[in-house]
């Protein structure tokens, strides 16, 4: 099983500042098959990257993913009010075992 | 517009089962592999497993010997069955179909909290 570790467990940022979230996979990640998610409270996950750097339908430009192997990275270029969220990553490219990690927290400074 | 929706008993008593349906709108269930997920504050979000029109179907490990999944496309709906449920079973249940190239969730349902509790 692919252990996903996420860093920081919370990022405390003011609106417009940069965001950058980590997750750290325990091998490497085949295919660097890996997804970020947002969720807010009371909601269910929404995708926003696959495939590490593909932005999913209708994401704003502000959000980009990069890395590869066992790194990875979300960036959010300019927090929004509506940005402040829980992130999870994602891995799929280890079957048959999808693994998620624990997720960041980006709150409000 | 995808839309999934989960339904089935809040609570339930432990050994009994589990038993959850989402209804799918807005496109056919035939052509995607879709999931099932659950969130609960301890372990956070855990995949339980996939099930695809032909009938194929992969789930977690940890959770193999007790799930059972289907999809009806006469009905456009998949279903869960989670059996001799104890209270590390209680959580937020969520069905969401896979992307096109498989493995991420681009559409989710919102969710159905099923507890498990004498």
């Known amino acids: 099983e692919i252990v996903l570790t996420q860093s920081p467990g919370t990022l405390s940022l003011s609106p417009g500042e940069r965001a950058t979230l980590s997750c750290r996979a325990s091998?490497?990640?085949?295919?660097?098959?890996l997804a970020w998610y947002q969720q807010r409270p009371g909601q269910a996950p929404r995708l926003l990257i696959y495939?590490?750097?593909s932005r999913a339908t209708g994401i704003p430009d502000r959000f980009s993913g990069s890395g590869s192997g066992t790194d990875f990275t979300l960036t959010i270029s300019g927090l929004e009010p509506e940005d402040f969220a829980l992130y999870y990553c994602?891995?799929?490219?280890?079957?048959?075992?999808?693994?998620f990690g624990q997720g960041t927290k980006v709150e409000v400074k | 517009q995808v839309q999934l929706q989960e339904s089935g008993p809040a609570l339930i008593r432990p050994s009994e089962i589990l038993s959850l349906t989402c209804s799918v709108s807005?496109?056919?269930?035939?052509?995607?592999?879709w999931s099932w997920i659950r969130q609960s504050p301890g372990k956070g979000l855990e995949w339980i497993g996939y099930?695809?029109?032909?009938?194929?179907?992969n789930s977690n490990p940890s959770l193999k010997s007790r799930v059972t999944m289907s999809l009806d496309a006469s009905a456009n709906q998949l279903s869960l069955r989670l059996t001799s449920v104890t209270a590390a079973d209680t959580a937020v249940y969520f069905c969401?179909?896979?992307?096109?190239?498989?493995?991420?969730?681009?559409?989710w349902g919102q969710g159905a909290l099923v507890t498990v509790s004498s």
């Open positions: 807005g496109d056919s269930i035939s052509p995607y592999y």
């Open positions: 099930t695809y029109a032909s009938g194929h179907t």
């Open positions: 994602q891995q799929y490219g280890n079957s048959p075992l999808w693994t």
């Open positions: 969401a179909r896979e992307g096109r190239g498989g493995g991420f969730f681009d559409f």
């Open positions: 091998q490497t990640v085949n295919s660097d098959y």
């Open positions: 495939g590490t750097a």
